[in-house]
């Protein structure tokens, strides 16, 4: 491809343009796209017009003084170096014909293939403008476009365009001409008018290839002649002058009919006569009519080569005809920008930026506030291209009225949808990757998920469908719940390389429970173990609908306090520039032109934007606003537009407009709107087969057809029976559109027609299966409730659709929305409804009171189960609720109330002699002590397999005295101990008779646990746990098989949190109950959940995890329990705390002493936590007699653990020595050998756990009794052992202790390197408390690091 540069005067190159125009309307060039073609080479033309437009600039910046200065031309910039020419400038001078100027041009030449009939290639011309010159003053300006534009669009027709004066002049007193006839002036008007008159010539010519000069002479001539014929009766009147070449180029009388006046006699006939498109015939008539100060002449060079800019820039919009077709009214529409967001630059900047932030790691909110149609959602979308680019999702949910009474379930479909669009954006193997991520995170906890986000299974067949709701269960998901595993959720699916955008519109309809929601995800920094979210926020609201104590601004508020980045911004109306530019780009017109139309609109709109448009359109509608054909152009009545008579509120507009719809179409809007902001193909479907609304869908192709809605596809909703139902969703374009079509309905008719709307769908809606659509059909039933009230029939019916729509939401853990219709439900209840209705009765009840529980109404929880309690026939019927009784005491704190009632209720069940004969006898007797023997050995020999060969009694009444007696179990652990291994005993014999269930793998577990309790006296402690732990492992491993979510938390709390680390390694024992963690919570388990949470901190601060990890983990824990209220949880993490920063810094971080108050009023439940904390903190402080004193608080309590009793064995037995040294009594000195057989014997079940603290007390007691050698070897032994098990904390107390003995025995070097090698380890540990005794050890000895 060649490439030729090449300066042309502009005449001879107009000639070559002539004949390159020639050649292709004659055949001798082959074009491809010859329309194409002459586009090209206007376009051209006005490329090389805008260029002589800029250097007339310069010029005239040079008359006025301003030459040396940077000015910008629409979206052009031009750039002004700072040198300067000898020649000057005559304020007279201003030579604008076509010889003053020359063109600069590159031509590229290249083949192209194409299908020709003689055969052969096309040939295709790229001619590029790269500059214009002016002779006299002789400058040059060079016209270039950015390089990354036009490679990323190389077949575009517009082009941004920047030029550069190359040598400048500066403005001169003094100067003098060249050149005969340069001269354009007149004496009669401006010299500002005589240069855009000039340039209109000049452009005229340009464009025309007619000699301006033979124009002017011509009609100067003939005026001549009419003023001859005046005087003297000349007929010459019209003719035209001899002359080369015909030039019907004038007319002499205005348009009005009326003699022109002497400035503006000279008009050409316009361009657009000539072929050439109106926008340009105009800007170039405008200019020739600068003389006669016409109405929309140019008084400046800067708006003239604005309009040329934007000619260039967007040519099919502003230079080009437009090829209209007129809409179904008959109407051609405005050409409105729907992509373009006008006066919004700031803000859209700010978001952007925004999600910048968040796509490099961090969770961040933005809030925009303003009336409705003032661009909230169309700001919003301005940023979902940069999103999409960044490989993030925008998952979008609105508000309105009509689902402002189920938030929540908004918010869980967004996350619903969330899946759908995964599955749409990745590969399958990104798909198989975050469904493993998604597997390790939920482990068999998927079912949580899979059960809140029903389509969690379009991304991969690994991730299973939820099992059906069993709403008799006792723990169950709540709001705190659902947060929970959406947090766990989000911080899997979103991370820096895949941001997710979460968008909600309107928040004045949503509620605070439902924003805390998204305000935990937000807040999700630390997750316990796992890294946070990356999750924009985005939500909109109606400044003016929502007071100071609205939701939405505690919501704000919150997130500030949780040091949450948000943004918060307010939407007015566009202002007057942006508003004009707006009605320019809809109409193709300059933006001088609309001026006019634009004062008058933003007077009535006061520039709000859909305000705007929609009153564009009725302008349209009306015939004020219309597109001439024969002008090419919009024209409009300023006067007729300026006088009407319109509202404020753009809804009058609307409702007018839909006023002139036919009466089907109305009554499509009015149906449709009764449901929202959209109504789902499920309830269109019903619709459309009831007689009163069977056309329907073409109402609402109708209503497509005129702009009022869209179809959204892929909806989360659920269709209903109907096979024909795709799944779109029909939405209003603008839920101003919703109101004015709910405006049609006559405000006190409103009531009557959602009655009769509700007895249509009740019609139609029996017997058949509705899903999701259950919402809206219900909702609509309720708003007509009165006439529901007149039929009994009915309000059984409308009860039971009720009751669905609360299963429903209970199934998606909505149980504020629930408890809403269920209690609507109870209203429609008749007086005998427990006789004449019991099941329906019964159902409702229980239901009502769980959600309620659940929305934490506990007193109206109580209310209707003691009215389940009182109306029930049977037991049976009555257990649930005694279940959901039990659990409220124990929510309650009142474990004294729920042991009772589940005594009373296994009595009712037919345990009543099996706890008589055994509670009584609770105490180690010979009956308990066989039995426990012949269980024991008949467990451990039993397998997975042969458990699970046990055929499982199906019936009700087995399962329900598992249930009690599994809950019963827990009870007694806190309020009678003695009574849980006969208790598990008997869920043990009813296992191996009636088969393996949920319980009964509960029970296995809870009768492991007690054996291992069982052990934990001071007689007892070193008997090995090998039976129990390998019953709690068998249990574990039919707990796979069952795969029951709801008891993984309780399973994982007592297993990994009071048997495992018996035998497995005491880290892992941490890492399990972090998922015990998650599963309770995700569960609504929160009692299982905050167990795990207590025993993981204890196990890794025994186990020696990092101390500032601990910490902020524990803060994390402390939260969350903080949130649900539990007292003892909480107080025992700020034990653990309190521990934590005493290892790290004696506690100086902690200034404010946050907790010491509240720990102080601990109650007797935590004494041996206290103790054994306090113990822990004497010692690594070195307070031997204060450590002693904590122990022995410790081991006189009736009842401790008996992992407490091994671990604080190890530091008393240690700590002994230093007091032992002092006092040398007997008593002393038989705490570390006991302290030996006892870890002894544990280390045979765990020698990871337990061995390394045998060998460091054999070796402190070696080094005691001088046997120094021993002392040597099991030093070293002590060592490598505490690192083979990862105790660090643990190996470098080895360290220390075996430095202390090298000192005695005055071996100083080997002594300084123990020092230093336990500074390293605890260092690695985090205590600076501990580095800094080892550095004063250090510097006693002397030296430092050997």
Known sequence: MAVRLKSVPLREWM?????????????????????????????????????????????????????????????????????????????????????????????????????????????????????????????????????????????????????????????????????????????????????????????????????????????????????????????????????????????????????????????????????????????????????????DAYDNLQTSSSDLHLVLLEPDRFLFDWECTPDNNGKIPLQIRKEKLYGRETEVTQIQEAFCRVSSGQSEAFFIGGFSGSGKTRLVESVRAQVDIAGGYVVIRKFDAMSKERPLLEIVAAFNDLCLLIKERNSSQHLDDTAANLLEAFGSDISVLARLLPNLGVISPRLKKSASYNYSDGAQMNIQSVGFVLRRFVRVVSSTSTPLMLFLDDLQWCDYSSLTLIEGILADKEGGNCGGSCLFFVGSYRSNEVKGDHSIYRFMDNLDRRNVLSTKLSLFGVNYNDLNTMISDAMGLFPRLCSNLSDIVFRKTKGNPFFVLEFLRSLVDGNLLEYSVRKRRWIWDDQAIAAMDITDNVLSLLTNKMNQLSERVQSTLQVVSCFGFGIHDSVIDLLSATTQYSNIREGLDELIWDSFMVTVAGDSMPSSDSKSSSGRTWKFVHDKVREAAYCLIVEEDKDQYHEDLAQVLHSVSKGKKLGDAVFPIVDQINRGLQSVLQAPAMCIASAELNLEAGVKCCEQSDFSTANTYLTKALSLLPNDTWASHYNLSLQLHFLSAKSAYSCGDVERACKDVRVILKEGRCIEDKVDAYFLLVNIFQAREKAENAYLTCLEVLADLGEKDVLNDRLPDYCDGKELGSMVAEITKNLECKTKKEMSAIKVDGALKISY??????????????????????????????????????????????????????????????????????????????????????????????????????????????????????????????????????????????????????????????????????????????MYQQTIRVLIDKGASNQNGDGVNELGQSDVRMAETIHFQKALQSFWLGYAERCHHYVLKLLQANVIGRHHRLIISFYHGISSFT????????????????????????????????????????????????????????????????????????????????????????????????????????????????????????????????
């Open 1219 to 1346: 007091q032992i040294k002092r006092h040398r009594t007997s008593k002393l000195k038989q705490i570390p050998k006991e302290a030996i057989v006892t870890l002894r014997a544990a280390a045979k079940d765990s020698k990871w756990n337990y061995g390394n603290k045998v060998h460091l007390l054999e070796a402190e007691l070696s080094s005691y009794e001088g046997r120094n050698e021993d002392a040597n070897s099991l030093y070293a032994a002590a060592i490598i052992a505490s690192q083979s098990s990862k105790f660090i904390h643990e190996q470098g107390l080895a360290c220390e202790l075996a430095g202390f003995h090298y000192k005695k025995i005055g071996d100083l070097q080997r002594a300084r390197g123990f020092f230093n090698q336990a500074k390293s380890c605890y260092a690695e540990w985090g205590s600076e408390m501990k580095v800094e005794g080892i550095t004063q050890q250090l510097a006693i000895l002397g030296g430092g690091r050997i």
């Open 15 to 295: 000639e070559n343009e002539a004949k390159l125009a020639a050649a292709s309307q004659d055949g001798t060039k082959v074009l491809i796209n010859p329309m194409k073609h002459k586009h090209q080479m206007i376009i051209r033309k006005v490329t090389v017009a805008y260029g002589i437009s800029e250097i007339l600039r310069h010029l005239s910046d040079i008359h006025q003084g301003a030459g040396a200065a940077a000015t910008a031309v629409g979206d052009a910039a031009l750039t002004v170096a700072t040198t300067v020419t000898s020649s000057s400038l005559s304020r007279e001078i201003i030579n604008c014909s076509i010889d003053n100027f020359s063109v600069r041009v590159s031509k590229k030449e290249k083949i192209v293939a194409a299908n020709i009939s003689q055969g052969g290639n096309a040939m295709t011309t790229q001619v590029n403008i790269e500059g214009v010159d002016i002779l006299s003053p002789e400058i040059s300006l060079k016209i270039t476009e950015p390089s990354f534009l036009s490679d990323m669009y190389p077949d575009q027709m517009g082009r941004y365009l920047e030029v550069e004066i190359l040598n400048k002049l500066l403005p001169t007193s003094a100067a003098s001409s060249s050149g005969p006839g340069a001269a354009v002036g007149h004496d009669n008007f401006d010299e500002s008018s005589a240069t855009l008159y000039s340039f209109g010539q000049l452009l005229y010519e340009l464009f025309s290839h007619i000699d301006t000069s033979q124009v002017e002479a011509s009609v100067k001539e003939g005026k001549a002649n009419n003023n001859s014929s005046n005087r003297g009766g000349n007929d010459m009147i019209g003719q035209e002058p001899t002359r080369k070449k015909r030039v019907p180029a004038y007319k002499a009388i205005s348009e009005q009919g009326e003699a022109a006046s002497p400035l503006s006699a000279y008009q050409y006939m316009p361009l657009q006569e000539l072929g050439f498109p109106s926008s340009l015939s105009l800007l170039v008539q405008n200019l020739l009519e600068c003389r006669s100060q016409a109405k």
């Open 961 to 1134: 005295i598992m249930k009690f007696y599994s809950f019963i179990a827990v009870l007694a652990f806190f309020v009678k101990p003695k009574v849980v291994l006969p208790i598990c005993c008997r869920m043990l014999e009813l296992t191996l008779a009636h088969g393996v269930t949920k319980h009964s793998v509960m029970g296995l577990l809870q009768y492991s646990a007690a054996l291992c309790q069982r052990s934990s006296c001071k007689t007892e402690i070193a008997s090995h746990v090998q039976a129990p732990c390998i019953i709690a492992k068998l249990a574990m491993s039919l707990l796979n098989r069952i795969e029951s979510s709801d008891i993984i938390g309780r399973a994982f709390s007592v297993y990994y949190g009071l048997i495992a680390h018996y035998a497995e390694p005491i880290q892992s024992c941490g890492k399990w109950l972090s998922k015990g963690f998650e599963a309770g919570m995700s569960n609504g388990d929160t009692f299982s959940a905050f167990f795990c949470a207590n025993q993981r901190i204890r196990l890794i601060l025994i186990g020696g995890g990092n101390l500032s990890t601990l910490l902020r983990e524990s803060e994390y824990y402390l939260s969350v329990v903080e949130q649900h209220g539990n007292i003892l949880s909480k107080k025992l993490f700020l």
